[in-house]
């Protein structure tokens, strides 16, 4: 699905404040398998598949771009946009063409992407996937309790317009109607409890910081923290995954899903579609990931250190 891009609005807010795939694994589908099920269309929209090697540092894209084919786009690893806990990628073919910047993270098999082509004459794709190698195992639920908390980093991409520093240089005497965006991301820190012995789970992402363009001013970025999320408390499915409704307050403002992976669910992935959750922004919209170890696991992160399991 293309969607709307989100460019004219933004300064309100500033002012206020080549093809083929190499790899022989499976890709990362959207489509699901029967172990996990389908990720909902919500979530992953124009993203087909993503496979991702963090041996190689190498990331095949099928879809999120202009191709009604099944090619996979090979994007370029791009250390200089890494954010914490998660590794970054772009592809532009030319200086004319949609820029795309992707983020993926993989645990022991367990992983999650998200990509995002900046806006270009009014419009922007992206999507989101997660999964996992093996099926569900539990974590084991003892006499005491089975309640688990997962904490770490969270890394999203929108439909606004962020820095320009991986754009191919635009053409000097071409007119500006043609010059493509890069994707504005938001980092932030993302918490859940689950507990195990009822299959539920609630959280939240926190310290959100969204990095906008200001190039009218400065060709710079302008950081500017926005509305935490909440996570409504659902239900975790047999197979280890699980949908629910993200929300500013009592007011809907998303959906959110994930899996979890590795022995014990040593490992969660997940994902959020966000609209309308930047209050001084129309329309904006974000498509948001994680990848989490288990607080008192062998895969935790250090957010956890704090925490008593």
Not at 30 to 38: I, R
Not at 164 to 181: H, I, M, S, V, Y
Not at 216 to 224: D, E, F, I
Not at 292 to 300: D, I, V
Request: glycine share 16%; charged share 20%; with cysteine.
């Amino acid at each position: 699905m293309t969607r709307l891009f989100s460019g004219i609005a933004v300064l309100a807010l500033v002012a206020a404040c080549g093809d083929g795939n190499p790899f022989t694994a499976p890709p990362t589908d959207t489509g699901g398998d029967p172990t996990t099920g389908p990720i909902p269309a919500v979530l992953a929209s124009d993203l087909d598949s993503f496979t991702y090697d963090p041996t190689t540092g190498t990331l095949v894209v099928t879809g999120v771009s202009l191709d009604e084919d099944a090619l996979g786009s090979v994007y370029r690893r791009t250390p200089g946009l890494d954010v914490p806990g998660y590794v970054a990628f772009t592809a532009q073919d030319d200086a004319l063409d949609q820029h795309a910047t992707a983020y993926v993270q993989d645990i022991n098999g367990t992983r999650a992407g998200i990509m995002v082509t900046g806006g270009q004459f009014g419009t922007y794709n992206g999507g989101a996937a997660y999964g996992r190698e093996g099926g569900y195992s539990p974590h084991v639920v003892t006499g005491e309790s089975g309640l688990v908390t997962y904490e770490g980093d969270y890394v999203g991409l929108t439909n606004l317009p962020g820095d320009e520093t991986d754009l191919l240089p635009f053409p000097d005497g071409r007119n500006e109607a043609l010059r493509p965006g890069q994707a504005a991301k938001v980092t932030g820190k993302i918490f859940f409890n689950v507990d195990f012995s009822d299959n539920t789970l609630k959280g939240s992402i926190y310290e959100r910081q969204l990095d906008l363009a200001d190039s009218q001013l400065t060709g710079g970025a302008t950081t500017v923290a926005v509305a935490n999320i909440d996570f409504v408390p659902t239900t975790i499915d047999g197979n280890g995954t699980f949908q629910g409704d993200a929300r500013i307050g009592q007011d809907d403002k998303g959906t959110y899903g994930g899996i979890f992976g590795g022995t014990e669910s040593e490992v969660m992935a997940g994902a959020v579609f966000l609209e309308d959750h930047l209050l001084e922004i129309e329309n904006a919209e974000e498509y948001g990931v994680w990848v989490l170890g288990k607080c008192g696991g062998p895969q935790a992160g250090a957010p956890c250190t704090d925490v008593d399991d």
